[in-house]
């Protein structure tokens, strides 16, 4: 889990409303309804997506006070569908929207608190000095207090004083701003003793006076070599931070630090301190970093790393990340309030977490463990523990879990029957041969390939949507709960026989290279994509499998595709079978055909015209190894266009 994004505070307060909620207000606000196309309503949120169509709902709904708008193509017509007056939504995110440079969505809500825009690049991007609308339109609202611009091509942000000095918290990330301090955005910030969040990530400053910042409370300068590289001007600028009363979160990761620029930050009394990717020695994390006591949160990814670590001058140490960082043992015995751990890329081989610690997040991918007890971690949500030597995992009492990721170790056993709650789990390449499922409501994604199982029996978990166990030994397989599977992989296994009777969400099979004489599809009426190639089926029954578009059944047995109407199928391949006639009157939407090695189909059985087939191009029909001639084959091909 990396670092919390600095804006989380501002957002939970304005989607939340702030207070305290009683639980039934609490169950009331988790529950998710979906209102319109494209849009969802999520606690007070509003979420919409790629399918909006439009806004007029809003004007109905004056109990939503955010709104979140990702991958939306926002036309002129879906724009002016916003209603005028929208004074209830405080938060607004664009997130990867095709979004105008005369878009005037801003004015739209006049009275937003909060505004994220995110990788919304052209829209954003000044032409010849002058802003795009989005960005001008900014100055009417009066009552914003926190802004974040992340990953835009914004090259100017031209933000009234008026503005500024209202504001608690502005956060901008990998944007393109080389203006930033000729438009004196940077004067206003540095000027503005309201601000109590400042993030200028990767934002190519030279120069930065935080000394009027005299609230400042979270700062983040992360990836700023520039306004690091001149040594004097470094040390003058650590030492105006480290001065800062106030400031309880830094962050200055991949700034090229070294040990003696820590000197001073002793000073403050932080909370949270992140330092990775700079070249510090061991000793200096020991003695200048795991000596601030108020710490809560530590970052330390590919740091140095003491052989005798002592956690004990940082009791209430809450986070810890220290990845990449060549560590062989840890003791984390005194760290009692350990909530998040992350030692992933590193080379343990004994991990001990048989403290009280209140464990609820643990990554150590890529090292070295045999050995791993969680089984008293009933707190614990979640686990990523791929790349180990674990032969075993007990999940006995992880009632909480809802991710795990084992993959890539040499796990026999694992229990976690108990684990109501778990929603992901990839157990890929392993040593696995019987799995009991959670009986759990939650429970949608298995990523179980390349183990030794012979059975998979999903009838605990019918709320499965995904499951992926290519490469085992499963002989027979039935869906019979699973209304909810919507994606079924059982690539090379040994199956007989496979039951999906109430799998009716289906959308996606892939079952190939098993030994299947029989499929039975009648009840899969959303099924668009069947791959089940390398089987010994004779017969190919589509009756209640309308909406199928790709079709791979290569290396099967089948004489006959007769009397098979697909109206959606784009895509069918038929090598190596034993195909005796063929018609393709009835799948008007073909784009590929292959009927490779079908040695029995010649011109005289075959019926392929271009009459029939709106979208099929003459390159895309496949008769390679049949009883056409090459000069056949060419004529049947030159009746299609290319």
Same mark, same amino acid.
């Given at each position: 889990?990396?670092?919390?994004?600095?804006?989380?505070?501002?957002?939970?307060?304005?989607?939340?409303?702030?207070?305290?909620?009683?639980?039934?207000?609490?169950?009331?606000?988790?529950?998710?309804?979906?209102?319109?196309?494209?849009?969802?309503?999520?606690?007070?949120?509003?979420?919409?997506?790629?399918?909006?169509?439009?806004?007029?709902?809003?004007?109905?709904?004056?109990?939503?006070?955010?709104?979140?708008?990702?991958?939306?193509?926002?036309?002129?017509?879906?724009?002016?569908?916003?209603?005028?007056?929208?004074?209830?939504?405080?938060?607004?995110?664009?997130?990867?929207?095709?979004?105008?440079?005369?878009?005037?969505?801003?004015?739209?809500?006049?009275?937003?608190?909060?505004?994220?825009?995110?990788?919304?690049?052209?829209?954003?991007?000044?032409?010849?000095?002058?802003?795009?609308?989005?960005?001008?339109?900014?100055?009417?609202?009066?009552?914003?207090?926190?802004?974040?611009?992340?990953?835009?091509?914004?090259?100017?942000?031209?933000?009234?004083?008026?503005?500024?000095?209202?504001?608690?918290?502005?956060?901008?990330?990998?944007?393109?701003?080389?203006?930033?301090?000729?438009?004196?955005?940077?004067?206003?910030?540095?000027?503005?003793?309201?601000?109590?969040?400042?993030?200028?990530?990767?934002?190519?400053?030279?120069?930065?006076?935080?000394?009027?910042?005299?609230?400042?409370?979270?700062?983040?300068?992360?990836?700023?070599?520039?306004?690091?590289?001149?040594?004097?001007?470094?040390?003058?600028?650590?030492?105006?931070?480290?001065?800062?009363?106030?400031?309880?979160?830094?962050?200055?990761?991949?700034?090229?630090?070294?040990?003696?620029?820590?000197?001073?930050?002793?000073?403050?009394?932080?909370?949270?301190?992140?330092?990775?990717?700079?070249?510090?020695?061991?000793?200096?994390?020991?003695?200048?970093?795991?000596?601030?006591?108020?710490?809560?949160?530590?970052?330390?990814?590919?740091?140095?790393?003491?052989?005798?670590?002592?956690?004990?001058?940082?009791?209430?140490?809450?986070?810890?990340?220290?990845?990449?960082?060549?560590?062989?043992?840890?003791?984390?015995?005194?760290?009692?309030?350990?909530?998040?751990?992350?030692?992933?890329?590193?080379?343990?081989?004994?991990?001990?977490?048989?403290?009280?610690?209140?464990?609820?997040?643990?990554?150590?991918?890529?090292?070295?463990?045999?050995?791993?007890?969680?089984?008293?971690?009933?707190?614990?949500? &979640? %686990?990523?523990?791929?790349? =180990?030597? #674990? *032969?075993?995992? +007990?999940?006995?009492?992880?009632? /909480? @879990?809802?991710? $795990? !990721?084992?993959?890539?170790?040499?796990?026999?056993?694992?229990?976690?029957?108990?684990?109501?709650?778990?929603?992901?789990?990839?157990?890929?390449?392993?040593?696995?041969?019987?799995?009991?499922?959670?009986?759990?409501?939650?429970?949608?994604?298995?990523?179980?390939?390349?183990?030794?199982?012979?059975?998979?029996?999903?009838?605990?978990?019918?709320?499965?949507?995904?499951?992926?166990?290519?490469?085992?030994?499963?002989?027979?397989?039935?869906?019979?709960?699973?209304?909810?599977?919507?994606?079924?992989?059982?690539?090379?296994?040994?199956?007989?026989?496979?039951?999906?009777?109430?799998?009716?969400?289906?959308? &996606? %099979?892939?079952?190939?290279? =098993?030994? #299947? *004489?029989?499929? +039975?599809?009648?009840?899969?009426? /959303? @099924?668009?994509? $069947? !791959?089940?190639?390398?089987?010994?089926?004779?017969?190919?029954?589509?009756?209640?499998?309308?909406?199928?578009?790709?079709?791979?059944?290569?290396?099967?047995?089948?004489?006959?595709?007769?009397?098979?109407?697909?109206?959606?199928?784009?895509?069918?391949?038929?090598?190596?079978?034993?195909?005796?006639?063929?018609?393709?009157?009835?799948?008007?939407?073909?784009?590929?055909?292959?009927?490779?090695?079908?040695?029995?189909?010649?011109?005289?059985?075959?019926?392929?015209?271009?009459?029939?087939?709106?979208?099929?191009?003459?390159?895309?029909?496949?008769?390679?190894?049949?009883?056409?001639?090459?000069?056949?084959?060419?004529?049947?091909?030159?009746?299609?266009?290319?």
């Amino acid at each position: 889990m990396k670092k919390i994004l600095l804006i989380a505070l501002s957002v939970g307060l304005i989607a939340c409303g702030g207070g305290e909620s009683t639980q039934a207000e609490k169950q009331k606000e988790t529950t998710i309804t979906k209102t319109h196309s494209g849009c969802k309503i999520e606690e007070k949120k509003a979420i919409c997506d790629s399918d909006v169509k439009s806004f007029d709902w809003l004007s109905s709904n004056r109990d939503i006070n955010y709104l979140k708008l990702s991958n939306v193509t926002l036309t002129t017509e879906l724009i002016n569908s916003i209603p005028d007056s929208n004074d209830n939504i405080l938060g607004l995110e664009l997130l990867d929207n095709s979004l105008s440079r005369d878009s005037n969505i801003i004015s739209k809500f006049i009275k937003l608190e909060y505004i994220l825009i995110y990788k919304n690049r052209d829209a954003l991007q000044s032409n010849n000095g002058v802003l795009p609308k989005p960005l001008q339109d900014i100055n009417s609202l009066n009552n914003l207090k926190d802004i974040e611009f992340s990953r835009n091509n914004i090259t100017n942000l031209e933000i009234s004083t008026e503005i500024v000095k209202n504001l608690d918290g502005i956060y901008i990330f990998d944007n393109d701003l080389i203006f930033i301090e000729d438009y004196k955005l940077l004067d206003k910030l540095e000027s503005s003793t309201n601000l109590k969040r400042v993030a200028l990530n990767n934002s190519g400053l030279s120069r930065f006076n935080p000394s009027y910042l005299i609230n400042l409370e979270v700062l983040s300068l992360d990836r700023n070599n520039k306004l690091f590289s001149d040594e004097s001007r470094k040390l003058e600028l650590l030492q105006k931070i480290y001065s800062m009363d106030n400031l309880k979160d830094l962050y200055l990761d991949s700034n090229n630090l070294n040990d003696n620029d820590l000197n001073g930050i002793d000073k403050l009394s932080l909370e949270t301190l992140s330092l990775s990717y700079n070249p510090l020695s061991s000793n200096t994390i020991q003695d200048k970093i795991l000596s601030l006591s108020s710490l809560k949160h530590l970052y330390l990814n590919r740091t140095g790393y003491p052989d005798n670590t002592n956690f004990s001058l940082v009791p209430h140490l809450q986070t810890l990340h220290w990845n990449e960082s060549n560590i062989r043992t840890i003791d984390l015995s005194s760290l009692k309030d350990l909530s998040y751990l992350s030692l992933s890329d590193n080379y343990l081989t004994k991990l001990d977490l048989k403290n009280d610690a209140p464990i609820k997040y643990i990554s150590i991918t890529n090292n070295q463990i045999d050995e791993l007890n969680i089984s008293n971690k009933s707190l614990l949500e &979640s %686990a990523y523990l791929s790349k =180990n030597k #674990l *032969t075993q995992l +007990d999940l006995s009492n992880t009632p /909480n @879990l809802r991710y $795990l !990721r084992a993959n890539e170790n040499k796990i026999q056993t694992i229990g976690f029957s108990k684990s109501s709650k778990l929603k992901v789990v990839y157990l890929s390449n392993n040593n696995i041969e019987k799995i009991k499922l959670p009986n759990s409501k939650t429970f949608e994604r298995l990523f179980i390939n390349n183990n030794k199982l012979t059975e998979l029996d999903t009838s605990r978990t019918t709320s499965l949507i995904t499951i992926n166990a290519n490469n085992n030994r499963i002989s027979n397989f039935s869906s019979s709960n699973s209304q909810n599977l919507e994606y079924l992989q059982l690539k090379n296994n040994n199956l007989l026989d496979i039951e999906l009777s109430n799998s009716i969400n289906l959308k &996606s %099979a892939w079952i190939d290279n =098993n030994s #299947l *004489t029989t499929f +039975d599809g009648r009840d899969l009426s /959303n @099924l668009h994509t $069947l !791959r089940i190639s390398f089987n010994k089926l004779t017969y190919f029954n589509t009756s209640g499998m309308e909406s199928l578009m790709r079709v791979y059944l290569r290396d099967n047995k089948i004489k006959s595709f007769e009397g098979i109407t697909l109206p959606y199928l784009g895509y069918l391949d038929l090598t190596e079978n034993e195909l005796q006639s063929f018609d393709s009157k009835d799948l008007p939407s073909l784009t590929r055909l292959t009927l490779d090695n079908n040695k029995n189909l010649t011109p005289n059985n075959t019926s392929i015209k271009p009459e029939n087939h709106t979208s099929l191009t003459g390159y895309n029909i496949e008769l390679f190894n049949t009883g056409f001639t090459e000069q056949e084959i060419k004529d049947l091909k030159s009746k299609f266009p290319e």
